[in-house]
C-alpha cells in the first residue's frame, strides 16, 4: 500500500442477519459479538491449537494472531512497549440493540475492517458463520448470515453462495482539505470513552476529539496501512482550536460488560449525544470521515464511539 499520500485503507461490511431460534442476546451488542467472533476466528484459524499466541512464529500471518494479537516489533518507532497494535476492525451493533429476539427476526449489523487485515476476509466470514452455527448471547440465540453488501450497496455474499466474492479496500485520504468555513455538528451515537488529563471525560472538546483521532488514525495507518511513522497534520489541532462550540448536547450513558478473562465488570460508560461547531470543517473534513469508519476514544472495536458528522446544523 502507497502510504505516501497519507491513507487509510479501510472496507465497511453490513450483514444481514436471520436468528433460527428467539430467546436473549445481549443488552449490549458489542462486547457479544466482539467476544464470540474471537473466539470463533481462533478456532478457524489456529493450526496448532493453542490458547496462547505468545512466543508463536505464525503469530504475525495468522489470521487470528494478526486480527487479534498484531505483534510490535522491537525495532518499531512506535509502541515499542506495548506488547500489541490497536486491532484492525470495528463492530458496529445493531442501531436499536435488541437484547431479545425471535425467531425468522432479521437485523442488520457492520464490521469495518482496516488495512492488511482485508486480506483475512475470508477467514473472518467463516468466523462469523461459525458464530451463527454456535449461537449469540446468553441463550446462544444460533443465526444465518442472509446477505453481505459493503457500505456502498454493492453485494458480497447471499446465503447458499459458495464463497466470498473478493473485495478491495477503500481509500481515504488523510491531508486536510480544502479550507471552508461552516457550521456542523458530530453526534456520538454509542458511548464515547475519551482520556482527558488521564481519565475518561464527562465533556469534550473539539481539540479533544480531534486529538484522540489523531493518535488512533496514526497508530491504524502505521501498523496496518503501510508503516508511515509520520504524524497527522498540525494543521488539524490547529482548525479544531479556532472553531467555536455552538451548542452541546451531550450525557453520560452508563454501561457495563463482564469479562470472562478478568472475571469482573469492565466500564464501557461514555458520552453520547450531539455538538455543534462553527470553525473550518473543509480542512477538517478528510479526519472526521475517516472517524465515522473507524470510531474514536477507548473500546472502539466494541462499537464505542460511533460519531455522524452533518453540515449545516
Known amino acids: 500500500m502507497d502510504i505516501s499520500d497519507h491513507s487509510l485503507y479501510l472496507q465497511r461490511f453490513d450483514f444481514e442477519t436471520k436468528f433460527l431460534a428467539g430467546g436473549n442476546v445481549s443488552r449490549n451488542w458489542g462486547p457479544t459479538m466482539r467476544g464470540g467472533f474471537g473466539r470463533m476466528l481462533r478456532r478457524v484459524s489456529c493450526s496448532l ?16 494472531g494478526y486480527i487479534f494479537e498484531t505483534p510490535v516489533l522491537a525495532s518499531s518507532p512506535v509502541m515499542r512497549k506495548y506488547p500489541q497494535a490497536p486491532h484492525p476492525f470495528v463492530f458496529e451493533p445493531p442501531d436499536d440493540n435488541p437484547p431479545f429476539v425471535r425467531e425468522a427476526d432479521s437485523v442488520w449489523h457492520s464490521l469495518v475492517v482496516i488495512g492488511d487485515a482485508i486480506r483475512y476476509v475470508p477467514h473472518i466470514f467463516l468466523a462469523m458463520e461459525e458464530l451463527g452455527k454456535g449461537g449469540l448471547g446468553r441463550d446462544s440465540v444460533p443465526f444465518r448470515i442472509e446477505t453481505v453488501r459493503i457500505h456502498e450497496g454493492e453485494l458480497v455474499y447471499r446465503h447458499g453462495d459458495r464463497q466470498f466474492r473478493t473485495v478491495a479496500s477503500r481509500r481515504l485520504s488523510l491531508q486536510p482539505g480544502a479550507s471552508c468555513l461552516a457550521r456542523f455538528s458530530i453526534e456520538f ?10 481519565r475518561v471525560a464527562s465533556t469534550l472538546s473539539l481539540l479533544d476529539i480531534v486529538k484522540a483521532l489523531c493518535r488512533r488514525i496514526f497508530l491504524l495507518q502505521h501498523f496496518h496501512c503501510g508503516g ?22 451531550v450525557s453520560w450513558s452508563d454501561a457495563r460488560r463482564y469479562s470472562t478473562r478478568q472475571s ?49 446544523v
Open 49 to 64: 491449537g493453542r490458547e496462547c499466541c505468545r512466543d508463536c512464529f505464525v503469530v504475525g500471518s495468522c489470521a487470528y
Open 189 to 198: 451515537q454509542t458511548p464515547a470513552r475519551m482520556i482527558v488529563t488521564g
Open 228 to 249: 508511515s511513522a509520520e504524524h497527522l497534520a498540525c494543521a488539524y489541532y490547529t482548525a479544531a482550536e479556532a472553531a467555536r462550540c455552538l451548542d452541546q448536547h
Open 264 to 312: 469482573r465488570l469492565i466500564p464501557l460508560g461514555g458520552v453520547t449525544g450531539r455538538l455543534t461547531f462553527e470553525g473550518d470543517l473543509g480542512l477538517l473534513r478528510p479526519l472526521l470521515v475517516a472517524g465515522e469508519y473507524v470510531h474514536v476514544g477507548k473500546n472502539a472495536t466494541f462499537g464505542l464511539g460511533k460519531m455522524v458528522i452533518s453540515e449545516g
